[in-house]
């Protein structure tokens, strides 16, 4: 039989299910990143990039910018959890742990969003 | 009451791919998954093939993935589980030598490689090897592994890399590295720090969810990382 198969339906609980969106948050960030480049990279040529800026003021790339933010906070948020479990014995308080990550998470997402939501205008 | 269960089958010889094949148990809400297969084989399809010898969740052979998760057949019962039918599957990511029955070869190899007994190059002692209480609580829960293979069947990281030690091996590693009775943590902790080893751990707690004896899996592997980033090797 073939190895390295995914069981993808195997049942999921608070753990794997912490991982798989800091994998996911994390695929997102890289993905961020590359066209963080791209954008700066138009410096190059002032107009360019004065019409990239005008593209990226569009509302759809505010509405992803505020969604960057969530990712960066479980991102990181998450990170520290890792930290807590692999060197300071967070095992047995993971899944407190977890929804530690999405209480503070969400505190520090509403604290970044509103004003930048406020700035908008 | 009527018990469906969905169980998978693969006969190696005969199959290009596992299939699965149902049937109708009369079972209680406390008989055992095990007590199930078992009537399944003695009175309904004797072509059936699973491990198991204890019955009473001592010997390890009976653990299998039970409605997508892993766990033994003679712990589960039918209560355990949500209602409707349960779906039966071999331990994931093993090669499959008969439906329920799966190669374990490569498991035990990796076993070996962390040298599962005691080394101790001092003098002999006339009598036993004498430990302090609090020096035989660091290794009592990793001592209690019955050895099923349920946790690394369960990893995610062990379905990326075949070679990935595994939770089971690396417990099996922690339980002589902090035993104080032994003089070859060093050697055991290069073990794991291979590429394979302890690192490829994401702390995705699959293997404590899965284990039977409800072994802290994932917190015995962190207190490798923490040796192995705080001794110089
Ligand atoms: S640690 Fe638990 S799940 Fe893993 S082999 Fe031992 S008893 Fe089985
Ligand atoms: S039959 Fe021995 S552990 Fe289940």
């Known amino acids: 039989m073939k190895k390295n198969v995914y069981e993808l339906k195997y049942r999921y609980h608070t753990g794997s299910v912490a991982w798989v969106l800091h994998r996911l948050s994390g695929l997102a960030l890289i993905l961020y990143l590359v066209l963080h ?22 509302p759809l790339f505010k509405l992803l910018e505020l969604g960057l933010w969530g990712v960066i906070i479980y991102h ?12 300071f014995g967070g095992s047995k308080n993971q899944k407190k742990l977890f ?23 | 009451m009527k018990v469906t269960f969905k169980i998978q089958r693969f006969i190696p010889e005969n199959d290009t791919k ?21 009537d399944i084989r003695w009175h309904y399809d004797e072509t059936l093939s699973f491990r198991r010898s204890c019955g009473h969740a001592i010997c390890g052979s009976c653990a299998m993935n039970i409605n997508g998760k892993n766990g033994l057949a003679c712990q589960t019962h039918v209560q355990d589980l949500k209602s409707g039918a349960i779906t039966v599957k071999p331990l994931p990511s093993f090669p ?41 609580k660091l290794i009592e829960e990793s001592t209690t592994c019955i050895l099923c293979a349920a946790c690394t069947s369960s990893c995610p990281s062990f379905w990326a890399d075949d070679d990935y030690l595994g939770p089971s091996a690396l417990l099996k590693a922690y339980r002589y590295i902090f035993d104080t009775r032994d003089t070859s943590a060093e050697e055991r902790l290069s073990v794991v720090n291979d590429k394979h080893g302890v690192f490829r751990c994401h702390t995705i707690f699959n293997c404590n969810e899965a284990c039977p004896k409800d072994i802290n899996i994932t917190n015995h592997i962190a207190k490798l990382k923490t040796a192995l980033v705080t001794t110089k090797l």
């Open chain 1, 37 to 58: 480049i791209w954008v700066i990279s138009n410096l190059n040529n002032p107009a360019g990039f004065n019409k990239v800026m005008a593209f990226l003021n569009e």
């Open chain 1, 76 to 87: 990181a948020i998450n990170g520290l959890r890792v930290i807590l479990v692999d060197f």
């Open chain 1, 99 to 121: 929804w530690g990550v999405v209480v503070v998470g969400i505190v520090v997402f509403i604290a970044g969003a509103v004003p930048f939501i406020g700035n908008l205008k």
């Open chain 2, 18 to 38: 596992p299939s699965f094949k149902e049937y109708v148990v009369e079972a209680q809400p406390n008989t055992t998954i095990l007590d199930c297969l078992n």
């Open chain 2, 96 to 136: 499959i030598i008969k439906d329920l029955v799966v190669d374990l070869d490569k498991f035990y190899e990796k076993f070996n490689k962390i040298k599962p007994y005691l080394i101790n190059d001092g003098p002999v002692p006339e009598k036993e090897r004498l430990q302090s209480p609090e020096q035989q």
